[in-house]
């Protein structure tokens, strides 16, 4: 299994950016998706999540109304797009998958919310 995150940089606040995960060694139509991330001295918390098929979307009351996660199946790849970003979403993003009860993750994207 290998997730490879994309897409991270430096963004103004009220800015906007999309990050892609790229994933291979599975079936990934077959898989829910999620993205996490982890800002300095905190926990990785959960970001979103992505049904296998795409119909059901989750995400953390934070990122709520700003974060839309997507996947296209045929690129075997998930995306987060994120508008409205604020300082405080400054983090490494990574996707992740439970697959065969062992869980993966990609190296990580960093995003820097600053003016």
């Known amino acids: 299994v290998q997730l490879v995150e994309s897409g991270g940089g430096l963004v103004q606040p009220g800015g906007s950016l999309r990050l892609s995960c790229a994933a291979s060694?599975?079936?990934?139509?077959?898989?829910?998706m999620s993205w996490y991330r982890q800002a300095p001295g905190t926990d990785r918390e959960l970001v979103a999540t992505i049904s296998n098929a795409g119909s059901r979307t989750n995400y953390a009351d934070s990122v709520k109304g700003r974060f839309t996660i997507s996947r296209d199946n045929g690129k075997n790849t998930v995306y987060l797009q994120m508008n409205s970003l604020k300082p405080d979403d400054t983090a490494v993003y990574y996707c992740r998958v439970l697959f065969r009860s062992t869980i993966y993750w990609g190296q990580g994207t960093q995003v820097t919310v600053s003016s």
């Open positions: 060694g599975f079936t990934f139509s077959d898989y829910f």
